[in-house]
């Protein structure tokens, strides 16, 4: 999959691409239904809401653990329009599962994730893209994902002790450029420059809002470093391959 320029575009304006139903119906399902197993592993890698531990909140690294998300990480619907941003071969640094379930899923506060990153990572270049996969339908009742459009012009948002922006710099930007909901039915993917400021509010609709989010960088930045475990940062920064378009249904064939 390519994107055209009007939509590279767009992403450099912007700071984001929403593409609806990228992923079909029969290849959601078998997406959905890997879910139970990454959350079954138990171990590090599985976080729980700080409100009911009973709760998962998100899971890392689920390429790793199962095969499915493996090829999810892979696939070239992903990792094509990526390395057309990037403008480079693209390395996958952190993939992370984000269960909001349904009635307790708790919101995220606004952030941008290269500030993370940085902090935590030793990133030092933002020359990194978030490639969101919907394993659910995202609608304005269910938490969906906020982003201030064009606020990735503003250029890192320090912070050294935690994610959150201060309201006044989300104030401005937000009555700047507004914000923007992403949302679509699942197999909706969206794109988004890691200084875009973002955030959600919690979920106390029936409906579960589940996103997989790709982290990748460009392989020729080599600033990361090996100051967590691995399944919150790969420094080693050989480029993905991607997989063939069909390797989700040629799984499901072949199990």
Known sequence: MQLSGAQLAAVRQQG??????????????????????????????????????SVVKMVFATHRSDDVFGRVARHPRLIAPVEQILGDRAHLFQSRLNIKSAFRGEGWPWHQDFNQWHRLDGMQTPHAVIAALFLDEVNSCNGPLMVIPG?????????????????????????????????????????FDCLIIHGSAQNITPWP????????????????????????????????LPLADDCLLERKATA
Do not use: K, W
Request: net charge negative; hydrophobic share 40%; proline share 8%.
């Open 151 to 191: 606020s990735q012009t503003r250029g890192h948002i320090v912070n050294d002790d935690s994610m959150e922006i201060d309201e006044a710099i989300v104030e401005a930007a937000a009555n700047e450029s507004g914000i923007v909901p992403l949302m679509g039915p699942a197999g909706t993917v969206a794109l």
């Open 16 to 53: 984001f691409l929403l593409l609806p139903s990228v992923f079909s119906p029969r290849e959601m399902d078998l997406v959905r239904g890997s879910v139970p197993r990454v959350i079954a592993r138990g171990g590090p890698e599985v976080i729980r809401e700080d409100s009911d531990p």
């Open 209 to 240: 809002r589940r996103i997989l989010y790709l982290n990748l960088s460009a392989a020729s930045n080599r600033e990361l470093l090996p100051r967590r475990a691995l399944f919150h940062c790969d420094t080693d920064v050989r480029p993905i």
